[in-house]
């Protein structure tokens, strides 16, 4: 499986914009790029997912590089409910069941 | 909204007990899947079912059984408990299909004594 390389913690100050890098220089041509995000004591939840295109939703923006070997994910405008951990994930299209392999993520850490 | 319910937040069980961990789903979802998460390990998957009856074997699936014979319900079972298998277990669903999302339940934090 390809892997995903994230920073280990990151620090925002609220209303500010925060910008998650990940690596993933072995994607293959089928790799979609996930995002997750894990609030304390609570199970994952969906923030993005794209393949080649910058994608934008009402949670977030993601940026993917042309080479598609890093992407950034963009949260414009940082609220104290955003800290979390952010897992970027590759998952394969045509994989059965969309397996999804979750690396260690980037802490999140919103300072009022 | 989708809603992905387990059966306990929090469960203790003794070394060598038989442990069922249910979850449940009410979107009518084809795909669940059972992940373990462990500090500096992330999480983990142990099985995955693509619909009713049907199962695979995740990245982990030691020590482990599943069972679906309904299609909002999905159960992990631990055949003897061992204190290695004190974790957070996640249950997910999803429609089948190439890039849907998955839903998480809330989680049940086990230890086993």
């Known amino acids: 499986d390809a892997k995903t390389t994230q920073p280990n913690s990151m620090e925002s100050n609220e209303e500010e914009p925060v910008h998650l890098p990940c690596n993933h220089s072995t994607i293959s041509g089928t790799d979609y790029i996930h995002w997750y995000r894990q609030l304390p004591s609570q199970g994952p939840e969906y923030v993005i997912h794209g393949l080649t295109s910058n994608v934008n939703n009402r949670m977030a923006s993601l940026a993917i590089a042309e080479d598609r070997k890093s992407s950034t994910l963009i949260l414009h405008r940082a609220t104290l409910r955003d800290a979390a951990v952010y897992y970027c994930i590759l998952s394969q299209s045509y994989a059965a069941g969309n397996k999804l392999t979750f690396g260690g993520g980037t802490r999140v850490l919103v300072k009022p | 909204d989708v809603k992905v319910t387990q059966s306990s937040r929090y469960l203790v069980k003794r070394t060598g007990e038989k442990v069922f961990l249910e979850c449940v789903q009410d979107m009518d979802h084809e795909n669940m899947f059972w992940y373990r998460q462990d500090p500096g390990l992330g999480l983990r998957l142990i099985y995955f079912?693509?619909?009713?009856?049907?199962?695979e074997k995740g990245d982990i699936p030691e020590g482990y059984s599943v069972s679906r014979e309904k299609k909002e319900r999905f159960s992990l079972i631990l055949e003897s408990a061992s204190t290695n298998q004190t974790s957070m277990y996640l249950c997910?669903?999803?429609?089948?299909?190439?890039?849907?999302?998955?839903?998480f339940g809330p989680g049940t934090r086990l230890t086993v004594l």
């Open positions: 079912s693509y619909d009713v009856k049907m199962k």
């Open positions: 997910a669903s999803r429609y089948s299909g190439n890039y849907n999302e998955q839903f």
